[in-house]
């Protein structure tokens, strides 16, 4: 008999979500809906009149992990409306401020993920917050790689939470030829780190794929060989940067995508009648509480040739490298590979940076209302920007972000998992709620339905 | 090392004394004895900064632009005083970021030593700059003036054009005003006042109080600075720079007017923002104007 459990709020990841499982008498998902409870901002409405300067820094703070991702694809989606190009030095300049931000991220998640997995052979699962080793020296390597791309990030970006030094039209300053070796410097150490942590994890996620069950608030639960399994397929736009609308050949394509409600995907109203107190930590929502996933969820759906897909690092490595594992594992093994392209790629930028170029377009148009787009491949996958600009001034703007994409594609991943392991699954997206909720959600009738939520 | 003496006025320092660089390149457009210059040289070569700010050359004559100077040729075009506004502290946080600076140094007035010292205590959206603030030399500073006042001083009062004005100088009751053709003009300082910027007339700060090492004229003959090493940091990089022969110094007391000259200026300078920080208090009716200090 298919029961329903729920897991409120998620926890290890950015934001506030949680899961609607339903489940069949071996606690296997039968159907799972991963969606935001995160409160909508309304970025893109609140956009509306509001000077193009000014819009892509109001969207740099939909999130402080990534916010290189949206600073640059609003930034560039407003290019591509007004139709600027910008100078070859602040594009690099934006290469390298990107770079140093996946690489940071990717660090970051290494921490969030690690206690759900083991010391290779051995059935100690990894804490990165104790004294003790091993714990303590990868800790303090993924800290050092953090502070390395952050800092890289301060310099080309001139703040690595929120950069301030992009600019619709380039970047307000180049660097110095001191800033320029420092960013060197730092690349190479953090080559050697990251060497070190890719390999560190891979072995970790390998003698996971081993595994034939993990331990659970004390409870061995089987791991599938499937585990995450789905077959919505990937989209990226790039290996690293991105694609706009003003590219010869853009490698995103407006006509394929399409906005969707929340309900078409996910489920209806349901009542919770299996509960586990013992689920770690705090247990999980009471039975007898009614949950409504179409409703409540603060995320819309958009498809891509009609369906939800997958965006992130395993979507960027099967479009561009052939890579064909799928599931969990292979999302975490992808991620942990962008590692050190993320260095090569700033080394090599600055091989061609030129210090005293020119970084700001001579002619910045202040836009007919023509629709532009850009995607930065984010951390966490593509995140697409759409903006009209007319007179210097926003007319229209949508964000499409990476974990908004991957939302119902992971909830789809969920089938076939034991629910106590249904975290897991989430947490190889690397999902960013608050990224993925800023969007109002308007129904048939045209009425808010997010907003009413939140009312 | 002496004793830290604390006195009310000047602030707290370890030494006093009246010194001027032995760089004659330095000295030649040097305000009084080249010590803000000198310092910051010093300093780059011997990798205590790799960086300052410094009031650099404006667009306008005798307008100055803060800027980030990372060598001794952008150290020496700031010489001299420019008794306009330099809002140099918004180059404190970039110092950090596209200059790719890791020692910063700061030159400046007073408030704009309490500026650097408070974002170091408190840094508010001023990430990375408490920990990369390496050296700061403050001057002495009796009040200032937005770039109009400048021209209505050069230009109406002393009647000069300020594309010929070679240096000026406040002091002994005036304002001085020399050309490069060698003309010299002065403007009473009690004509000067109705133009002070109004945010002077509530600080409380002569001698840069805050400052690694503070330097002013007063107090010194002409051609020689008054010199305060207040901070462990300020003194081991004035010990240095004088044992590797960068200044002549005589100890303040051996100098005339010396401090007797300049804790009056500097008493007669607090006591009168005080009271006008006062008044802020009953400026209205039932009602008050803010106090920073409170
Ligand atoms: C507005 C103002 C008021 C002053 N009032 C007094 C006073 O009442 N009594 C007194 O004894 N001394 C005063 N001084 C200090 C004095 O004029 C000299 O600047 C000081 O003695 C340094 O001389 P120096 O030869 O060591 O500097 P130099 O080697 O000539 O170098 C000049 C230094 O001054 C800095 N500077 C120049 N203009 C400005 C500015 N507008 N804002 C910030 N920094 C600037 C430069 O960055 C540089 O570091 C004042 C200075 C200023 C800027
Ligand atoms: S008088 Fe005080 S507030 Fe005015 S410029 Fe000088 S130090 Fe700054």
Same mark, same amino acid.
């Given at each position: 008999m298919t029961k329903v459990v729920e897991i409120s709020p998620t926890t290890r990841h950015e934001g506030h979500s949680k899961l609607t499982l339903k489940v069949n008498d071996q606690g296997i998902v039968e159907r799972g809906d991963w969606l935001s409870i995160?409160?909508?901002?309304g970025v893109e409405k609140l956009a509306i009149g509001k000077t193009m300067e000014q819009v892509p820094k109001i969207a740099s703070r939909v999130c402080g992990i990534c916010p290189v991702a949206h600073c640059l694809a609003s930034i560039e989606a407003m290019e591509a409306s007004i139709g600027c190009e910008i100078p070859k030095d602040a594009k690099l300049l934006r290469v390298i401020l990107h770079a140093a931000n996946r690489l940071h991220s990717i660090a970051l998640h290494n921490i969030l993920i690690l206690p759900d997995f083991y010391i290779p052979g051995t059935e100690t699962k990894i804490n990165p917050f104790s004294k003790e080793e091993p714990f303590r020296s990868v800790a303090t390597r993924i800290f050092r790689i953090r502070e390395i791309a952050q800092t890289i990030a301060a310099i080309a970006g001139g703040e690595a939470i929120h950069p301030s030094n992009p600019r619709i039209g380039g970047m307000y300053q180049n660097v110095s030829p001191r800033a320029k070796q420092k960013i060197a410097d730092l690349a190479k150490e953090g080559l050697v780190l990251v060497h070190e942590q890719m390999e560190f994890m891979l072995d970790v996620i390998r003698d996971m794929q081993n595994r034939e069950y993990v331990t659970v608030g004390g409870q061995n639960i089987p791991i599938p060989k499937t585990l995450g399994y789905h077959n919505q397929g990937v989209m990226a736009t790039s290996p690293m940067y991105g694609s706009s609308s003003l590219d010869e050949n853009p490698t995103w394509d407006v006509t394929r995508w399409k906005e969707t409600r929340p309900w078409e995907w996910y489920m209806g109203e349901v009542t919770i009648d299996l509960e586990d107190p013992n689920y770690p930590i705090g247990g999980t929502t009471k039975a007898g509480t009614r949950a409504n996933p179409q409703m409540e969820a603060c995320n819309s759906v958009p498809t891509y040739d009609g369906q939800p897909v997958e965006v992130g690092p395993r979507a960027r490595l099967a479009t561009f490298k052939n890579f064909n594992e799928k599931g969990t594992f292979a999302q975490h093994i992808a991620r942990q590979m962008e590692y050190p392209d993320c260095l090569y790629t700033i080394l090599k930028c600055l091989d061609d940076?030129?210090?005293?170029?020119?970084?700001?377009?001579d002619h910045i148009p202040q836009g007919d209302g023509s629709m532009g787009w850009a995607a930065n491949e984010a951390p966490r996958g593509t995140d697409i920007h759409l903006a009209k600009v007319k007179d210097g001034r926003v007319l229209w703007y949508e964000m499409l972000v990476p974990t908004t994409w991957n939302f119902p594609t992971c909830s789809r991943g969920?089938?076939?998992?034991?629910w106590q392991i249904a975290e897991m699954v989430v947490r190889a997206y690397d999902p960013c709620v608050s990224c993925a909720t800023h969007m109002i959600v308007v129904d048939e009738k045209n009425r808010i339905v997010a907003q009413r939520i939140i009312q | 090392m002496r004793e830290m003496t604390a006195d009310p006025y000047l602030g707290k320092y370890i030494t006093c004394v009246s010194a001027r660089s032995t760089d004659k390149e330095i000295l /030649? /457009?040097?305000?009084?004895?080249g010590i803000a210059t000198a310092l910051m040289v010093y300093a780059l070569e011997e990798g205590i900064i790799d960086g300052t700010i410094v009031a650099g050359e404006g667009d306008r004559p005798w307008e100055p632009r803060p800027i980030v100077a990372m060598s001794r040729e952008d150290i020496l075009k700031a010489r001299g005083t420019k008794y306009s506004i330099s809002p140099q502290i918004a180059w404190l946080k970039e110092a950090t970021r596209?200059?790719?600076?890791?020692k910063v140094g700061v030159t400046g007035v007073c408030c704009q030593m309490q500026a650097v010292r408070k974002a170091q205590l408190y840094p508010i959206n001023m990430r990375d700059v408490p920990g990369k603030v390496a050296l700061t030399v403050g001057l002495f500073c009796m009040e200032n003036f937005p770039y109009k006042s400048l021209q209505t001083i050069v230009e109406d009062h002393a009647a000069q054009s300020l594309g010929s004005v070679k240096k000026m100088e406040i002091t002994k009751g005036k304002f001085w005003v020399h050309t490069e053709r060698g003309n010299v003009s002065t403007v009473p300082l009690k004509a000067t006042h109705k133009y002070e910027q109004p945010g002077c007339h509530v600080c409380l700060d002569y001698v840069s109080s805050l400052a690694d090492i503070s330097t002013g004229s007063?107090?010194?003959?002409?051609g020689w600075s008054t010199v305060f090493i207040r901070t462990k940091k300020g003194n081991e990089v004035w010990s240095k720079a004088v044992a590797a022969g960068m200044f002549e110094t005589k100890p303040i007391e051996d100098v005339k007017p010396g401090l007797e000259l300049l804790t009056k200026l500097a008493k007669e300078k607090i006591d009168k923002n005080r009271k006008t920080l006062e008044e802020r208090r009953n400026f209205g009716v039932n009602k008050a104007l803010r106090d920073p200090y409170a």
């Open positions: 995160t409160p909508v901002r940076l030129d210090t005293s170029g020119k970084v700001i377009a969920l089938k076939g998992a034991p | /030649k /457009k040097a305000q009084d004895g596209s200059f790719g600076l890791d007063v107090g010194s003959p002409d």
